[in-house]
């Protein structure tokens, strides 16, 4: 399954957001595999700090699942000042709804 959405990082955070991410906490990566991600990229807008996140998943519940862990959240609140968020620090995030694909 391929989901896409939507976040923002604010103006003068950007290289911060950038190093935050390169590497991310392994123990995070270790949740998200566990939790059926098989890839995940997330893209920016330089101009506009617009994030697009791609990801291919196994199953939207484990997807979802993976916002009650323990190290999700620890990672929702580190990147709280650096973007906008919702109640929990959760960042927002708007989905997108595929219109094209092709694969080979």
Request: charged content about 25%; glycine content about 4%.
């Amino acid at each position: 399954m391929r989901i896409a959405f939507r976040m923002k990082v604010n103006a003068g955070h950007e290289a911060e957001y950038f190093r935050r991410h390169n590497p991310i906490w392994s123990e995070l990566e270790a949740t998200l595999l566990a939790h059926g991600v098989i890839s995940y990229s997330i893209f920016v807008d330089r101009a506009t700090g617009d994030l697009f996140a791609y990801a291919e998943i196994d199953d939207l519940a484990r997807w979802q699942a993976i916002a009650d862990t323990p190290v999700c959240q620890k990672w929702w609140d580190f990147m709280a000042p650096l973007m906008p968020t919702d109640e929990g620090n959760r960042p927002v995030a708007i989905d997108l709804d595929e219109v094209f694909h092709i694969e080979k």
